[in-house]
């Protein structure tokens, strides 16, 4: 038992890394577009409305999978769901590099955001498998910490390639990435099995809500849309998601246009705060709050007080639409990111640690069905204000006040951090 034990351990961390790679690589694919801004200006002559339209459409097929995503993915696990996800992904990525118009770089758009639908549902209800509850903070960290990890060497990166070799290269760059990562995943990942889950990742010895989460029977999605927890998750992880992408799509621009700084200075500016906000949320919203949990310290209040205290920080983002130099614009945003992603690996553990493993890929459906509604507003809404206004005050104030309800649904409708009453859910 010891040495299987120590094997599942070894494992468990190799899917962990696994699954940070995976986000890695889709998240060059997402900001890719943020990047090649200026270039699809000048290849299809669109304006900062198309642009913002553009931006969304990826999150418009993306929301529209997420529910049927997540029945999906509790019915046949992540490893077949995950494998015609990444090669879809991968063709959407050439497609887009071949486009000969902006009508079917749209479609490519549609298309990447149906294959990268399930990637972080599958991604929490693989943690939920493979790790016992002390160590899923950790986990989810080293995932969702690849998300901004990728925008900060990503967007220098893809930025330069981008001037030396044109966007349909640097698209197509993505495209092989997406590819490898495919074969990788088909070779590492399969899923545990009922014995190794019981006895090996989660024995009698860890606790009960483990060894209950196995062999629960699954809560139907239409109950589940019904948890108050759940859509305090729902509307507080929707909030943090519009910051994320008003940056993720706009910030280059932002920081190009707001603050008169060369494209290039610009691309090295950005990844600054996404830098920090890998930092954050890999030491904060995952080591930190492991090594506090282990420590003996309430669970729910950790992951409580992380989860308020960094969306607050989301806050910091208004300070940066009265900045005139690119310190005092990158401060707050660094604030800002860096606090929300503090509390994003939090988010990403509640669908395990809320729900049994079988209603796992549902409950992160519905959260990101929550979150792609802010990814398609965030663009669009922002690209239409500035195109009013010529600035970016009302763009970030929009955003402020859309992370004062996420913080409200955390504290009154998500409320302690604990596992639903499995019982009663199936009986209402």
């Not at 590819?179 to 590492?188: I, K, R, S, T, V």
Request: glycine share 8%.
């Amino acid at each position: 038992m010891k040495t299987e034990n120590s094997n599942a351990a070894s494992y468990r961390w190799t899917v962990g890394i696994l699954l940070g790679v995976g986000v890695l690589v889709n998240y060059f694919d997402r900001v890719n577009l943020s990047v090649s801004h200026d270039a699809l200006v000048q290849t299809f002559g669109i304006t900062p409305s198309v642009f913002g339209q553009l931006s969304a459409a990826y999150s418009w097929t993306y929301a529209a999978c997420q529910l049927p995503t997540g029945v999906i993915l509790d019915a046949f696990g992540v490893r077949k769901v995950s494998l015609y996800s990444i090669a879809i992904w991968g063709i959407a990525s050439i497609a887009a590099a071949f486009a000969p118009g902006v009508l079917l770089f749209f479609a490519a758009r549609l298309l990447l955001g149906i294959g990268e639908a399930p990637t972080f549902p599958a991604n929490a209800k693989a943690v939920g498998a493979w790790f016992p509850q002390h160590e899923r903070s950790l986990a989810t960290a080293i995932f969702d910490s690849a998300a901004k990890l990728a925008n900060g060497i990503g967007v220098p990166l893809l930025g330069l390639l981008l001037l030396r070799v044109g966007w349909r290269m640097s698209f197509g760059f993505t495209a092989a990435l997406s590819f490898a990562y495919l074969g990788l995943f088909a070779l590492l990942y399969r899923e545990p099995d009922r014995f190794t889950m019981r006895n090996v990742i989660h024995p009698s010895s860890e606790t009960t809500e483990d060894a209950a989460a196995i062999l629960a029977p699954p809560i139907p999605l239409a109950r589940l849309l019904r948890e108050r927890k759940v859509i305090g998750l729902a509307i507080g992880a929707g909030s943090y998601n519009y910051v994320f992408y008003l940056l993720l799509t706009w910030l280059p621009t932002y920081l190009a246009e707001t603050l008169h700084i060369s494209l290039r200075q610009s691309f090295l500016f950005t990844s600054m705060p996404w830098l920090i906000a890998t930092a954050c949320g890999f030491f904060i919203g995952g080591v930190l709050v492991d090594f506090l949990i282990r420590r003996g310290k309430d669970a729910s209040t950790v992951r409580r007080s992380v989860l308020l205290i960094g969306t607050t920080c989301g806050l910091g983002l208004v300070g940066a639409a009265f900045a005139h130099d690119p310190v005092s614009a990158l401060v707050p945003i660094s604030i800002a990111i860096g606090g929300l992603s503090a509390a994003s690996p939090i988010c990403w553990s509640l669908p395990s640690l809320l729900v049994p493993n079988t209603s796992t890929g549902k409950v992160g459906g519905i959260m990101n069905f929550s979150n792609q509604l802010s990814a398609i507003a965030a663009p669009i809404l922002t690209g239409y204000t500035v195109q009013a206004t010529h600035n970016f005050t009302w763009a970030f104030g929009i955003a402020a006040a859309y992370l004062v309800i996420g913080v409200l649904s955390y504290a009154f409708l998500l409320g302690r951090i604990q596992p639903i009453d499995v019982r009663r859910a199936l009986e209402a």
